[in-house]
Every structure is written in structure tokens, then in C-alpha cells.
């Protein structure tokens, strides 16, 4: 038995930004289980499909998963309305994560708007090693910011309007200047235009490269084939795969952009 | 404890309740959630002569009560079926129904024959799926191309053949009777309805396919109907389905007349889904003094 399905009680709930809610739940046995760039599906009340959130905190001392998610549409907006003390029921961990290299010296991680939150748990394994770029359209936006410093990262905030953060436009420019000094590894979450033009330069640079990619999901568990992303196996040959079990992370030179 | 065992065509069932094709792939999944062997039957995912690479993402859009989907039969093809997925799913202990599905009749006809010499315990023939652009819904949407198909597995294989009908049609009891006329030992129904949903913003359809099969609860009620009309129009065994969530659901599928009964969108909802609706059967069947649930079976009294 690989999964496990409960309804856990939400311990901290926090708005952490425009329409942007952290929630903090006590599941033991998931925190013991998850894996940097898994992800966990969870059942609004009265819906008939599950919504897809990343992992944004893992502490399996404390036995709690910290979930950080945008309000998109009326899904979203029943599990933000839970209050501490309620429960959600969530099937985890699932998918397959990030690869942690261990002899990396300096990784790049690259969140794009609600892309930032599973960069988090990376931030906790990198510490220092890491350097966190996030873009967001306007300062409204900008999340964990101070938690990806905590964890030991050096952060550098990108706003579209330039109305927040050291940079004016877009995750590429301050991460072509990165790459030029060499980085072990990039890691991206974000809009698919981002995630292309992450790979892209990573690709030109010849820098390691994984993208945890999103797509509209039923099953989560691999089974349904929904959240289907072209890939190109070794042999070059073109396949769907799923994002919900052979993903969400995938290498960059796998995706078919 | 009620005995919700169910037989049918000389094929024993240890309770009626079936994850249906396309949610439950070939079972690897939720057999990390329970053991298979609850269930009393696996109905696989649709497979067709060669491997299929299914539609472009997004292949699926949540609506009201109910999902569409337009996945575009994935599948890595028979002789993949049978030769990696088939083997261990024989050792479930549960009734196998491989769905199989083709561009023409010869594909379904050649997938069913390479099926005949296996062990699997039936055949659902999908004639029904409205995601393909040749064969499918094509081929369930008209008398003479049901029969013709269903004449060309029959021809075949011996193994219990049973035809998944389209509730997209104008008289789902014509195609019924055609595919029974045509050797076919039971018909499933309902497959999805047909439908989409449009992004109002973008302009866009959300189904890359731009349409989609309608499954979940809101087709209920759909489903309960077509069960009743196909029930009074054939004289072979129906395995009902479409947005079965509960054991109630379960229950009142079986007396508009099915012998048994898949589940689909509820196992997404709940990966449990399939084994809470058999224990909820079992409950109401004991709660009202019915011993067995085969006996239940079409016995709804119409006004």
C-alpha cells in the first residue's frame, strides 16, 4: 500500500497574500513519506474531482505538511474557506519529485507566481547552496519571500511592473546571468511560457534542468491518463505520459515544449 | 451479510460492484490503495490492435455534478495487454473484462481473437467511445454498424462478449437489440454522454479534443432510464453504470434491470469508492431483508 487517504486536521491557516492561502496539516504519516516535488490531491466538499496542490513544507519531526495554493476558482475557494480545526481529505504523497544531488554546489531554484511555493522544501534541502529566483506579475503577489531566506537561500524577487523585488521583468534575466557562472542544477515551477523559456536557457547552457509541470488531473494516481504531457523517451520516440505519476517533475530535454 | 454474489453469462461474480473501463487503468493504481480482490470485477482499460498515444492535454473539465473527459483510448495495445498487464491481473482473484476497441471491425475482431487463447474471464467490447475519431461512438450511434461489429467479434471468440453501448444515440433499445441479434451475450451501459465546456474568457473549449464524454452523477439519472428501456427490450444480462457513487445508487441501477454494476467518476472522488458502494449494498440489503441481491434484479414496479 503506497498511498494513503485521510482527512487531516488543518493546524495553521494562514492568507499570505491576495487570494493566496498557506495551510499547515498534521499527517504524520504523509510528512514521514514526502518527497521535494510531490504533490497531494484534495477533495473540496461537494466536488466531484480532487485539485492538485504542491508540496510546500515537509517536517516529519512535527509530523505536518504545509500546503500554499492560489484561490482559482470555486474549488479552491471551499478548501481556502476551512478554518483550523477542519479537516481535509487528501490522498499523498504523490507523483514523483525533484532529484537531490547531494554533491551540488550551487543549484538555481526558478518559482514563477504560485509556481514558488514547491521550491520551499528544495530551499530546506539546498540551504545555503541555493539561490531562489521568483517572478511574479505585481507586488500583490510576492509570496514566501522571507521563508526561502530562512531556509537559507538567497533570494531575487522579479515583478513584471517592477513594483516589488530587486529586478523589473522576467525569472531569465537574472538566471542567464547565474548560469554564466555555473550552476550544478536549476529546478523550475511556473507557467508553462516561464517553464519553455527556463528550458531554454538551461538547455543553451547545458545546465541540468527539472520542471514540475501542472495539468487539469482526475484520478492523481495514474491511473485515468487525463493529465497527459508530450515526451520524447531515449530513443527520441513521442509519448504521453502523466503528470499526476510520472511527473509532476520531469527533465526539461524530456519535455515536448 | 447479505449474498452479493451475481452471475453472469455462466461467469460467477463474488458481488456486483466494477470499477469500469478507462478509471481504473489495469489496476496497478488502486491496488496500492486495497486489495483487488474485493471488487468483482476489473473492467480494463479500452485496448486496440496497436498502441495509442490518446488526445492532447487537457483531457479533462470538471462540470457540475459530473467530469468530461476526452483521453482518446492511451493504451499500449493488445499484445502489451496481454502479455504484461494480463498475467498479474489474473491473480487478483476478481472477474477480468478486457475492453477492447478498434478502428474497424477486423481490429476489434483481431484484438478479441488474440484474447480468445488468454484466460481472461470476458470481453466488453466498446463501441462507444466518443473520443476517437474512427470506430468508437461511430460504430454504437448506428444499428447496422453495431451488428456488424459485434457479428465480427462474436465470430471471434467463444469468451463471454459483452457490447458497451452509447447513450448517444435516439433509441439506445434499437442498438441494444441489434447487438443481441448479433451474438452478443450482454450489453454495459451507459458509456458517456457527449459534451463540452468552453473556457468563456479564452473563448477556448477546456478539451483540447474540444468535446468530451460526460460521466459522474449528473448522468444518474440518464443511466437508470436506459438500463430500464434496454432491460425491456433484450433478453441478455445488463451491467449498468453512469455516476453509480453509492450503494443506493447501486441498488436502484440493479432494479431498473442490471445484473451488475460498474462504477467510474466516483472512484476519482474516492479511490474507495467501489468498496464502500459493496458495503453499502450489503448494508441496505440488510436493512430490508433481502437475502441475496440477484433478486433484486429488474424488479422495479413501473406505474
Request: net charge negative; with cysteine; charged share 20%.
Amino acid at each position: 500500500m503506497k498511498y494513503t487517504q485521510g482527512c487531516y486536521p488543518i493546524v495553521e491557516k494562514k492568507l499570505i497574500a491576495q487570494d493566496t492561502v498557506s495551510i499547515t496539516l498534521r499527517c504524520p504519516e504523509v510528512a514521514a513519506a514526502a518527497q521535494p516535488g510531490q504533490f497531494v490531491h484534495i477533495l473540496p466538499k461537494g466536488y466531484g474531482l480532487r485539485r492538485p496542490i504542491s508540496i510546500a513544507g515537509i517536517d516529519p519531526e512535527a509530523g505536518t505538511l504545509r500546503l500554499v495554493f492560489a484561490i482559482r476558482g470555486k474549488g479552491t475557494k471551499e478548501l481556502a474557506g476551512l478554518n483550523e480545526g477542519e479537516y481535509m481529505d487528501m490522498i499523498a504523497p504523490l507523483g514523483h519529485g525533484f532529484t537531490l544531488k547531494n554533491d551540488a554546489q550551487h543549484v538555481v531554484l526558478v518559482g514563477g507566481g504560485i509556481g514558488v511555493p514547491p521550491m520551499l522544501p528544495l530551499a530546506k534541502f539546498y540551504g545555503t547552496k541555493a539561490t531562489a529566483i521568483s517572478g511574479f506579475r505585481s507586488f500583490q503577489q510576492v509570496i514566501l519571500q522571507e521563508d526561502l531566506e530562512a531556509l537559507g537561500a538567497q533570494t531575487i524577487c522579479c515583478t513584471e511592473d517592477g513594483t516589488a523585488g530587486a529586478v523589473k521583468g522576467f525569472v531569465t534575466t537574472p538566471l542567464e546571468q547565474l548560469l554564466s557562472e555555473g550552476v550544478d542544477a536549476v529546478y523550475a515551477c511556473g507557467p508553462m511560457p516561464m517553464l519553455r523559456a527556463v528550458a531554454d536557457v538551461c538547455m543553451r547552457t547545458g545546465t541540468y534542468c527539472e520542471v514540475s509541470l501542472e495539468e487539469r488531473m482526475a484520478c492523481g494516481v495514474g491511473a485515468c491518463l487525463g493529465c497527459a504531457c508530450r515526451t520524447r523517451d531515449e530513443k527520441g520516440e513521442e509519448q504521453f505520459v502523466h503528470v499526476c505519476k510520472n511527473g509532476p517533475v520531469f527533465k526539461a530535454e524530456e519535455v515536448q515544449w | 451479510m447479505a449474498d452479493l454474489s451475481v452471475n453472469i453469462c455462466g461467469v460467477e461474480f463474488k458481488n456486483p460492484i466494477i470499477p469500469a473501463s478507462g478509471v481504473f487503468g489495469y489496476g496497478r493504481e488502486y491496488e496500492e490503495f486495497y486489495p483487488l480482490s474485493r471488487l468483482g470485477g476489473i473492467a480494463t482499460k479500452g485496448t486496440t490492435g496497436t498502441k495509442r498515444t490518446g488526445n492532447i492535454a487537457p483531457r479533462i473539465a470538471e462540470t457540475p455534478a459530473g467530469m468530461l473527459n476526452s483521453v482518446g483510448l492511451q493504451n499500449p495495445g493488445i499484445d502489451h495487454f496481454i502479455a504484461k498487464e494480463l498475467p498479474n491481473l489474473l491473480t487478483k482473484d476478481t472477474v477480468i473484462l478486457a475492453n477492447i476497441a478498434g478502428s474497424t471491425p477486423e481490429e476489434c475482431a483481431e484484438v478479441a481473437a488474440k484474447l480468445d487463447s488468454t484466460d481472461v474471464h470476458m470481453i466488453e467490447l466498446n463501441i462507444s467511445c466518443p473520443n476517437v475519431k474512427q470506430g468508437g461512438a461511430a460504430f454504437g450511434t448506428s444499428c447496422t454498424m453495431a451488428e456488424q461489429v459485434t457479428a465480427a467479434v462474436r465470430k471471434a471468440t467463444s469468451k463471454p462478449l459483452v457490447v458497451k453501448l452509447s447513450p448517444n444515440v435516439t433509441s439506445i433499445t434499437d442498438i441494444a437489440k441489434a447487438v443481441e441479434a448479433a451474438g452478443a451475450d450482454a450489453v454495459s451501459l451507459i458509456n458517456t454522454l457527449l459534451g463540452m465546456r468552453i473556457d468563456i474568457k479564452t473563448r477556448r473549449p477546456i478539451l483540447h479534443n474540444n468535446v468530451g464524454g460526460l460521466s459522474g452523477p449528473a448522468i444518474f439519472p440518464v443511466a437508470v432510464r436506459m438500463v430500464w428501456q434496454v432491460a425491456n427490450a433484450v433478453n441478455i444480462p445488463i451491467i449498468g453504470m453512469g455516476g453509480v457513487t453509492t450503494g443506493e445508487d447501486a441498488i436502484e441501477l440493479m432494479e431498473a434491470g442490471a445484473s451488475a454494476v460498474q462504477v467510474g467518476m466516483a472512484c476519482f472522488t474516492d479511490p474507495f469508492a467501489p468498496v464502500k458502494i459493496i458495503g453499502e449494498m450489503n448494508d441496505f440489503l440488510d436493512a430490508h431483508g433481502i437475502s441475496a441481491v440477484r433478486d433484486i434484479v429488474g424488479t422495479v414496479q413501473p406505474w
